[in-house]
C-alpha cells in the first residue's frame, strides 16, 4: 500500500527555518518523481518543488528559488524540503505526492497520483 507522511511543519519566526520531511511506503523512489505543493487558505494548490527518481534532479518555483532545497534520502525512502528565510507569504499546508516516472527531470505540473495528507507551516511572529 503507497503511502506518504509528512511531518516537520510547525509555527515559525519570519527569516527562520524549517525542514519538512516526506515518507514513503509501499514503493521505492528510484522510480517516481517526488513534488511538494502548498496551499494557503482561500488560495489554490501550488507546486513548489520536485526531485526526480534516479537521476535526483530538481526544480523551483521561482519563489523559493535560493531559500527552499528538496533532497532525497534512498535509505530512509524520504524527501525533504528544507525551507530557510521564511516569510508569512509562506504561510500554507504543504503536501508532498508521487508520480511513477521514468523521466530524467521531474515536472511540477504532472499529474501526481499520491498524495499525503499535509503539514501545517505557519510564519508568523
Known amino acids: 500500500q503507497v503511502q506518504l507522511v509528512e511531518s516537520g511543519g510547525g509555527l515559525v519566526q519570519p527569516g527562520g527555518s524549517l525542514r519538512l520531511s516526506c515518507a514513503a511506503s509501499?514503493?521505492?523512489?528510484?522510480?517516481?518523481?517526488i513534488g511538494w505543493f502548498r496551499q494557503a487558505p482561500g488560495k489554490e494548490r501550488e507546486g513548489v518543488s520536485c526531485?526526480?527518481?534516479?537521476?535526483?534532479?530538481?526544480v523551483y518555483i521561482d519563489s523559493v528559488k535560493g531559500r527552499f532545497t528538496i533532497s532525497r534520502d534512498s535509505a530512509k525512502n524520504t524527501v525533504y524540503l528544507q525551507m530557510n528565510s521564511l516569510n508569512p507569504e509562506n504561510t500554507a499546508v504543504y503536501y508532498c505526492?508521487?508520480?511513477?516516472?521514468?523521466?530524467?527531470?521531474?515536472?511540477?505540473?504532472?499529474?501526481?497520483?499520491?498524495w499525503g495528507q499535509g503539514t501545517q507551516v505557519t510564519v508568523s511572529s
Open positions: 505526492a508521487a508520480v511513477r516516472t521514468g523521466a530524467t527531470m521531474c515536472r511540477i505540473r504532472a499529474s501526481y497520483t499520491y
Open positions: 509501499g514503493f521505492t523512489l528510484d522510480y517516481y518523481a
Open positions: 526531485i526526480s527518481g534516479k537521476a535526483g534532479s530538481t
